[in-house]
């Protein structure tokens, strides 16, 4: 396909590495050191406006097959997707970071209006809030995800200096039945356990270990992991959207919450929208004032400004006083692995989700990329086909895929050596992100 891409910052890139090796990429970005950061990628770069129509022609919107709409201006996504449209472009998707505009756009009034110019409309703040409001709701986890309709869950736990599990082989442990030890991942890289050295791991302070759980083992599992109570009070430095969205499922589930922004006119609002909430208005990395608010009181602080230095400044005075989890938006890939390192429980980028929601789009339909973990380990749902072979699910698992369960006739069922994949069954697999596609090609193929 060709695909134009408006936007090379943090959703755009990101966009850009995962496509270019399977389709023509076009980056669209008025920075002329887009070029520079590009360079690397096999993609073409042309410097202009996402709204400037000779730009936009120069970049090929006239036969792409896609055009994906990724700056950080909602009003520029929605007009440049207009006209990407109206000059020829086959399908566009358009980013948005409002919800206001995503109800809009997705009224069926405002799309009698604008007829087919926008396909679809994506707000992948949301999905990073709810993937929030999970980690928060599960003690000890990093990452956790709802599987089969709830029937199934996926968690993910890090292994701490003096726990239980430093320094174990982690095949000889016992865990609860109906919990499946999926792999581990070590400085980002997963091993299935299809690993052949799988069973020789020796679990070191930092790795993570994988697991799916059936809805009855899953309470068993989180108290081998729990210390101390539960959540019940949660700070949240950022009142933007992603820090209003978190704050309001919160407050859904009645947990105590606290928001410090830095903005009066902001304040305001969302003293008007979050009733239950504690608005302070104040620098998120004032120590004095976080201490004031009760920072070290809190069982878990979300930071989700948009600087990431300030994002890192909070969460290291939140790990400093004590608290049990911390979770933070980071804007750029480098970064990550250092907020990991410096003992951020979960950093978070929302590229994450509008990278999924990207590929699903162009995916076949019987693939579903469920989330992303470690942003390099792919949790997928996929529909075999009529044409499917019957395979026993030990012969689908490789050192970095593994077949997790399979959903058939509203069944689900855990990995099991002589459990047969059918056609028509849903097949969850957790795999590396650089083999996810030729993965599937295999098992479906």
């Not at 070029?35 to 090929?60: M, Q, S, Y």
């Not at 919107?61 to 007009?79: H, Q």
């Not at 994988?210 to 009070?233: D, I, K, W």
């Not at 209003?244 to 410090?260: D, G, N, P, Y």
């Amino acid at each position: 396909m060709y695909i134009v891409i408006a936007g090379g910052g943090e959703v755009g890139g990101e966009l850009a590495r995962t496509l270019e090796k399977a389709h023509e990429v076009v980056v669209l970005d008025r920075n002329p050191q887009a070029k520079e950061r590009f360079v690397h990628l096999d993609v073409k770069v042309v410097v202009g406006g996402a709204t400037d129509p000779d730009a936009l022609r120069e970049a090929g919107v006239d036969r792409a097959d896609l055009f994906i709409a990724s700056t950080d201006s909602d009003e520029v996504n929605l007009l440049a997707s207009l006209l990407a449209k109206g000059l020829g472009a086959k399908e566009t998707l358009c980013f948005v970071g409002k919800g206001g505009y995503v109800e809009v756009l997705t009224d069926p009034r405002t799309a009698e209006i604008l007829g087919t110019r926008i396909d679809k409309v994506l707000w992948p703040q949301r999905a990073m809030a709810r993937e929030i409001v999970e980690v928060i709701l599960v003690p000890g986890a990093v990452d956790t995800e709802v599987l089969a309709e709830g029937r199934l869950r996926f968690v993910e736990y890090r292994v701490k200096e003096g726990g239980p599990y430093a320094h174990r082989l982690l095949s000889e442990l016992p865990w609860p039945e109906g919990v499946l030890v999926v792999g581990v991942v070590r400085d980002g890289t997963f091993w299935s356990f299809a690993h052949p050295e799988y069973p020789e791991v020796i679990l070191e302070p930092g790795d993570k270990i994988l697991f799916v759980t059936t809805l009855r083992a899953f309470p068993e599992l989180e108290a081998y992991f729990a210390t101390g109570r539960g959540v019940r009070r949660v700070m949240v430095i950022g009142g933007g959207n992603v820090g209003f969205m978190v704050a309001q499922e919160l407050l859904k589930r009645r947990l105590e919450v606290v928001i410090i922004e830095p903005s009066r006119e902001r304040c305001e609002w969302l003293s008007q929208e979050l009733p239950g909430a504690l608005i302070i208005q104040g620098d998120g990395t004032d120590l004095e004032l976080l201490e004031a608010e009760g920072l070290q009181e809190a069982d878990a602080v979300v930071a989700v400004t948009d600087n990431d230095e300030k994002n890192l400044l909070a969460s290291l005075l939140a790990k400093q006083l004590g608290v049990g989890k911390v979770i933070t938006r980071v804007s750029r890939s480098e970064t990550r692995r250092l907020f990991e390192q410096v003992g951020i429980d979960l950093p978070l980028t929302p590229r994450q989700a509008a990278v999924r929601a990207v590929l699903d789009y162009l995916g076949p339909e019987n693939v579903e990329h469920v989330s992303t973990m470690d942003e390099n380990i792919e949790l997928l749902e996929v529909e075999l086909p009529e044409n499917f072979r019957p395979r026993y699910l030990r012969t689908l698992a490789t050192p970095q895929v593994a077949p997790v369960a399979l959903e058939r006739d509203h069944r689900v069922m855990l990995y099991r050596e002589d459990l047969e994949a059918l056609p028509n069954d849903r097949l969850f697999l957790v795999v590396a992100r650089e083999v996810a596609d030729e993965a599937v090609a295999r098992i479906v193929g």
